[in-house]
C-alpha cells in the first residue's frame, strides 16, 4: 500500500526479541507494526483492508467513520481512502476540532463534521440523516467482522506459528477478535483492554468469531486501564520512558505503553508457564503521542 508520504511496506515490521522482558522461564518477542507507518496505526492498514475492498467493489465514491478527536482510527481511514481514491467523511464526537489526529485526517483529505456528545450516541440517526448520499459507513475504531478478517491476515502474513502467547491491546476487540480466529490450538490469545469497566467486550469478541467458533483459547485482562481511555498519569509515562530506555521501543500513551505494562507485570507474576514463546502486538497508535505537551517523554 502506498500514500503520499511513503510506501507502507508490509516488511517494516518486524518480529524482535525483548530481551529485558525474556528471563530463564520464557522468551519474550514483539511485532513491530509501528513500523509500517509513521501516522497511521499498524493494526488500522489491517482492519480497513476489507472495507476498502468492499467499498471499492460495490462502487462507493465516499467512506464514512465515526470517532473522537484523537481517533487513531479516523486518521488511518483516512490515509487508506486517499489511497484508494476514495473520497473520506468522519464523524468527530464533540466540537474540539483541534488535535493533531484531526489536522491529520483533514491533511490526509478527510471531510469532518463535528456532531455533540448526545447527537454522536444515536450513530443510526447520523446515518439516516445522510442516507440520500450513499456513503459506504465504517463503525466507529472499524469494529466489524471484515476488520477482524483483515486482522486476522497478521500471524500469517509475519509467521507467528512459533509462539504460545500473543498479546494485543484491545479497543473495540476487533483486531483481538481477528487474532483469535487466525490463531493455532497451541497458541492462546491474550488482551489487555485500555478502557475502564469495558463489560461488553468479550461479548463484542465473541460476536467477530465464526458462529461454529467454540474457541476458547483467549482471555482479556480489565485491569490495565490506568483509569480509563487514554488516561496517561504519571506513573503510565514514567514506564513509558523506562521502557524506552530498557528496550528503545517506543510505546503510545493509549494503547501500546499499557500493553507493555501489562506484559511486564503478568511476566513479573509467573502467568506464563515455564518455555512459553511471548509475541506482543505494537499496534502502532505513537501519533497520539503528540496531544502530550513536549518533554513528558524521551522518545
Ligand atoms: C485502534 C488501536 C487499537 C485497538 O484496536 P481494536 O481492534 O479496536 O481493539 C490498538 N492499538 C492501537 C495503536 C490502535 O490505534
Redesign the pocket.
Given at each position: 500500500m502506498t500514500n503520499s508520504s511513503g510506501t507502507i511496506d508490509v516488511k517494516a515490521a518486524t518480529i524482535e526479541e525483548i530481551p529485558a522482558f525474556s528471563n530463564a522461564a520464557i522468551t519474550a518477542s514483539i511485532l513491530r507494526l509501528d513500523r509500517l507507518h509513521p501516522v497511521v496505526?499498524?493494526?488500522?492498514w489491517f482492519?480497513l483492508k476489507y472495507y476498502l475492498e468492499e467499498a471499492k467493489e460495490k462502487g462507493f465514491s465516499t467512506i464514512a467513520s465515526f470517532g473522537g478527536a484523537y481517533s487513531?482510527?479516523l486518521v488511518?481511514l483516512a490515509h487508506a481512502c486517499r489511497e484508494a481514491d476514495i473520497h473520506s467523511v468522519g464523524f468527530v464526537r464533540g466540537e474540539d476540532g483541534d488535535s493533531h489526529s484531526l489536522a491529520a485526517a483533514r491533511a490526509a483529505g478527510m471531510e469532518l463534521f463535528f456532531v455533540d456528545r448526545d447527537a454522536y450516541k444515536h450513530k443510526e440517526q447520523i446515518q439516516l440523516q445522510y442516507a440520500h448520499k450513499n456513503w459506504y459507513w465504517v463503525d466507529e475504531?472499524?469494529?466489524g467482522y471484515g476488520?477482524a478478517e483483515g486482522?486476522a491476515i497478521m500471524l500469517t502474513m509475519y509467521h507467528c506459528s512459533t509462539f504460545t502467547h500473543i498479546l494485543?491491546?484491545?479497543?473495540?476487540?476487533?483486531?483481538?477478535a481477528g487474532l483469535i480466529r487466525s490463531s493455532l490450538p497451541h497458541q492462546q490469545i491474550i488482551g489487555v483492554s485500555?478502557l475502564k469497566n469495558h463489560t461488553g467486550l468479550e461479548e463484542n469478541i465473541r460476536a467477530l468469531l465464526d458462529d461454529s467458533s467454540t474457541q476458547d483459547n483467549w482471555r482479556v485482562y480489565h485491569d490495565f486501564h490506568f483509569g480509563g481511555y487514554a488516561k496517561h498519569p504519571q506513573a503510565l509515562l514514567d514506564f513509558m520512558n523506562d521502557c524506552w530506555r530498557e528496550t528503545g521501543i517506543p510505546t503510545?500513551i493509549?494503547?501500546?505503553g499499557k500493553l507493555l505494562y501489562a506484559t511486564k507485570q503478568l511476566i513479573q507474576q509467573n502467568a506464563f508457564p515455564s518455555g512459553s514463546n511471548i509475541l506482543l502486538i505494537h499496534?502502532?497508535?505513537l501519533q497520539?503521542n503528540l496531544s502530550l505537551p513536549a518533554n513528558k517523554l524521551e522518545f
Open positions: 496505526s499498524g493494526n488500522k482492519k487513531n482510527h488511518a475504531g472499524g469494529y476488520g486482522a494485543c491491546a484491545c479497543g473495540t476487540g476487533t483486531t483481538m485500555v503510545d493509549v494503547y501500546t499496534s502502532g497508535g497520539g
